[in-house]
């Protein structure tokens, strides 16, 4: 069973989506929190496995409540919920650690999808907002490039799997494509991760991106 916190600001939003969740006997819904400061109060308190975030509520955001999560529960798996689907919240809530990003319009099988993919260790997003990172991702390299992020501590195998990481390539269609083993793949993505100081691959992404990989 999934221990899931629901953080949200909207008392009919959080009724609705504990309903629904709650018809599925895998999910078990342990807490509601109604602003930033509560989620991070309720997540100490009930150690969810998933935390259903909003990003705009009253007092600490969502993006704060995250980040200060995450510091003492690096395990939890946060999925924001939202209506915002601009760039600038997206790659916030990414940066700040959470494992996927659904529109609050998502149907009972989506939300129920990414629930149990971020609780797996997997990142998702909602289809329009993949798709608007595939093309972020595919864009020309931006001219300036952030003096902080370095991938020179990355060999040579490591900036290639890096590079197909960032073309949306699984690790058996990377294993494919070098000529490799799964298990290769999967040793060089965790160094990968360990060197640049990530958890997943979507703040992997982030930093490849920010580097002008």
Not at 45 to 60: A, E, H, S, T, Y
Not at 143 to 165: F, M, N, S
Request: aromatic share 6%; no cysteine; glycine share 6%.
């Amino acid at each position: 069973m999934i221990d899931i916190l629901i953080a949200d600001d909207h008392p009919f939003y959080r009724e609705g989506v504990r309903a629904m969740l709650e018809r599925n006997p895998e999910f078990q819904v342990v807490s509601e929190a109604i602003h930033g400061e509560d989620a991070i109060h309720q997540a100490l308190k009930f150690r969810p496995q998933v935390i259903l975030m909003d990003l705009r509520m009253p007092g600490r955001s969502g993006i704060e409540a995250t980040r200060e999560i995450l510091k003492s529960l690096p395990d939890t798996r946060i999925l924001v919920v939202s209506m915002f689907d601009d760039d600038e919240s997206v790659f916030a809530a990414m940066r700040a650690g959470a494992k996927g990003y659904v529109l609050k319009d998502a149907n009972r099988t989506e939300l129920t999808r990414a629930i149990e993919a971020v609780h797996n260790g997997e990142a998702i997003f909602s289809a329009g907002i993949a798709t608007r990172m595939l093309r972020y991702f595919s864009n020309p390299m931006p001219e300036k490039k952030d003096p902080t992020i370095d991938l020179a501590d990355l060999t040579e195998r490591e900036k290639e799997v890096l590079t197909l990481l960032s073309r949306g390539l699984s690790n058996a269609e990377i294993a494919g494509e070098l000529g490799i083993s799964m298990k290769t793949v999967r040793n060089h993505v965790s160094l990968v991760y360990d060197k640049l100081q990530v958890r997943d691959r979507a703040q992997a992404l982030l930093k490849a991106r920010d580097a002008g990989l």
